[in-house]
């Protein structure tokens, strides 16, 4: 007599993650993950200051908020890339701030090259999923700021991009909080990424800049907050200039919603 023994099936392993690389070039120091494609920059000599257009355009959620509420709340990084928005907002906001990355190299890399500070009581970088990370009902209602940016090493798509993530970013949020997405990539679609956005958030509340000249277009999604008057935008734009030196006028008239 002889059986056969049900072998339990190996569990897929885990994708590689492509190692971290840095380059520098005209005063300016780039994050790659081994291929040519710029994941994050930091010019040397102004370390605190937003280098790529499109990063400054992730900070368009400063929009959204009273001008006295600006260094105030929680912000949340998804996708650390080479540490901008996170060291903005920690060192120039001064918001409690946490950062999401999956790939050790790029925050060992971060710490050593991009000015990561370290972590503290107001601040917290976390190795793991970002989907993981918003999906946990622990943390539900826990941000007020949300900054999404999450590309693997082609830059090819958002890795994170389903209608249950961008609706596990909407529990995270609390009442009021604002996103943003950077939507890149030569396999990505706009369209159907934000119509996830819109689903999870509702079409009256999401909005977009027009694409930088790299093809980044940035997606704004608030959470139960009505859309300011066009006063106090330009109000609030005239002041993000004059404190915190981003173009926030020229974003003005960028914004579409897609309602619209």
């Known amino acids: 007599m002889s059986t056969r023994i049900k072998k339990k099936p190996e569990p897929a392993p885990e994708p590689e ?46 929009l959204l908020r009273p001008s006295d509420e600006l260094t105030h709340g929680h912000a949340v990084q998804l996708g650390l890339g080479a540490a901008a928005i996170t060291r903005f907002c920690h060192s120039t ?51 007020q700021v949300l900054c999404v940016d999450l590309y693997d090493h082609d830059a090819a798509s958002p890795v994170l991009d389903s209608e249950a993530f961008y609706a596990d970013c909407h529990r995270l949020l609390a009442d009021g909080g604002v996103m943003t997405v950077n939507l890149f990539g030569r396999d990505a679609s706009f369209e159907r990424s934000a119509q996830r956005i819109a689903a999870a958030f509702g079409a009256a509340q999401v909005f977009s800049l027009r694409p930088t000249k790299e093809g980044n277009t940035i997606v704004l999604a608030m959470k139960q907050r009505p859309w300011p008057d066009r006063a106090t935008l330009a109000a609030r734009a005239a002041d993000i200039e004059s404190r915190f030196k981003l173009p926030a006028k020229k974003w003005l008239p960028m914004m579409r919603t897609l309602a619209a």
């Not at 492509?18 to 291929?35: C, K, N, W």
């Not at 494609?37 to 992730?58: D, N, P």
């Not at 050593?112 to 601040?123: A, E, K, T």
């Open 17 to 62: 993650l492509a190692p971290a690389t840095i380059s520098e070039f005209d005063g300016v120091r780039y994050l790659h993950l081994g291929t040519p494609w710029v994941q994050g920059a930091m010019r040397i000599r102004k370390s605190l200051a937003l280098e790529l257009e499109y990063v400054q355009r992730m900070m368009v959620w400063m």
């Open 93 to 143: 906001l001064r918001l409690r701030t946490t950062a999401v990355e999956l790939n050790p190299t790029v925050i060992s890399a971060c710490r050593i090259w991009f000015h990561l500070p370290d972590d503290s009581s107001r601040f917290h970088v976390l190795e793991m999923d970002a989907a993981d990370y918003v999906a946990d009902p622990q943390r539900a209602a826990s941000a």
